[in-house]
C-alpha cells in the first residue's frame, strides 16, 4: 500500500518541508495590514459569506506590529514550544498582493530579512495578481521556497456567486497559468460542503488534478462570529455537513490528486474561540485521525483513482 511516510496515506506538506530543509520547518502566520477588493468596495461590500473581521487569519499577532516583530515573536514562540530551526513567512490575512507593486516589495523583503527564514507564502486571490506583481514573487524563488496560495473554493461558479465570491473560475484559471508561467508553486484552497453535491465536489478535485497543482489546502466550511455565514446558520436556514461526511469526502476528494500533490490543510478553521458550528471541527486532531482511519478502512490513498481521473480528461 502506497504511504507517504508517518504511515499517512496522502502527501503532507509538512514532509516535503522536512525532507528539503532537512528539518521540521514552521510557518509563522503574518497580518500586514491588508484589505481585500470584495471588502472594501471595490467589488461588492461585505466580503464572502464565510469571511470574518481577521480575513481568515488564525494567530493572535496584530498588524500593530511591524512585520519584522511579527517574524521575532514567531521565531521566539514556536523556538520555545517545538525546538523549531527554519521557519517560513506565511502572509494569511486577507488578500495579501493587493497593493502596489512597490510597496509589496518593502512588505516582502521585511519577511525574509531573518537567516531563519527559508520560504515564503503569500495567499491571496486570483483577481489581485497582474504579471508585475508575480514576476516580483517570481523573484524570490531562487533564494527563498515560494508559493502563491490561491483562494477558489469551488470551479462551480453558481457556487462561488452564492458565497458572494466576486470572481469566477475563468478568473482563477488565467492566474493560475500566469503564476505556473512564472515558475512559482501555487497552493489551492477549497472549501468542502458549500451546498454542493458530492458529485460536485469530485469535479472540483478532478479538475485540480488535470491542471497537476502543486498544492491543496481543504477547508470545511464553518460559521465563525460576525459573518453572514452566522447569521444563516443562527436563523437556521443552513446546515453543515456531519464530521463523517466530512471524513468521507476528503478521503473522496484525495483520492483523485495527483500523488505528488502537496497537502497544506486538510481540517481546522479559524480561531476555537469564534467557531460558532459545527462545532466538531474544534477538535481538529480527531478529524486528521479519523481521516487516516478511513484511509485504512478503505485500503486507499492519495491518487488512488488518479489514473482514472487522467484518462477521463
Not at 461585505?46 to 499577532?61: E, K, L, N, R, V
Amino acid at each position: 500500500m502506497c504511504t507517504y511516510g508517518d504511515n499517512k496515506r496522502y502527501n503532507q506538506f509538512s514532509r516535503l518541508l522536512k525532507e528539503k530543509f532537512g528539518a521540521k520547518v514552521y510557518k509563522i502566520t503574518l497580518d500586514a495590514g491588508f484589505s481585500c477588493p470584495n471588502r472594501d468596495g471595490t467589488i461588492s461590500q461585505g466580503g464572502c459569506i464565510f469571511c470574518d473581521d481577521g480575513g481568515s487569519f488564525s494567530q493572535a499577532h496584530s498588524n500593530l506590529l511591524s512585520i519584522e516583530q511579527q517574524i521575532e515573536e514567531g521565531i521566539k514562540t514556536l523556538s520555545t514550544r517545538f525546538k523549531a530551526e527554519k521557519f517560513m513567512s506565511y502572509f494569511q490575512a486577507f488578500s495579501n498582493t493587493y497593493k502596489p507593486v512597490n510597496e509589496l516589495e518593502k512588505i516582502y523583503n521585511s519577511a525574509l530579512n531573518n537567516d531563519k527564514i527559508v520560504g515564503i507564502s503569500i495567499g491571496t486571490r486570483p483577481d489581485c495578481v497582474d504579471d508585475e506583481k508575480l514576476s516580483l514573487i517570481a523573484g524570490y524563488k531562487d533564494d527563498y521556497y515560494t508559493w502563491i496560495e490561491y483562494g477558489l473554493q469551488s470551479i462551480h461558479d453558481k457556487t462561488l456567486k452564492k458565497i458572494n465570491r466576486g470572481h469566477d473560475f475563468d478568473c482563477f484559471l488565467k492566474a493560475y497559468e500566469k503564476t505556473k508561467e512564472k515558475g512559482i508553486n501555487v497552493c489551492v484552497h477549497v472549501i468542502l460542503g458549500l451546498w454542493e453535491t458530492h458529485d460536485e465536489m469530485m469535479q472540483t478535485a478532478q479538475k485540480l488534478a488535470e491542471l497537476k497543482v502543486d498544492g491543496v489546502k481543504i477547508h470545511m466550511l464553518c460559521a465563525l462570529e460576525n459573518t453572514k455565514l452566522a447569521d444563516l446558520y443562527n436563523n437556521g436556514k443552513i446546515a453543515f455537513m456531519s464530521e463523517e461526511d466530512y471524513v468521507n469526502t476528503v478521503c473522496d476528494f484525495l483520492e483523485y490528486l495527483p500523488p505528488q500533490t502537496s497537502i497544506h490543510r486538510l481540517a481546522g478553521n479559524g480561531l476555537k474561540k469564534n467557531l460558532i458550528a459545527p462545532r466538531w471541527l474544534g477538535k481538529k486532531l480527531d478529524c486528521l485521525n479519523k481521516i487516516d482511519r478511513e484511509f485504512i478502512k478503505r485500503n486507499s490513498h492519495q491518487g488512488s483513482k488518479y489514473s482514472f481521473t487522467s484518462l477521463q480528461n
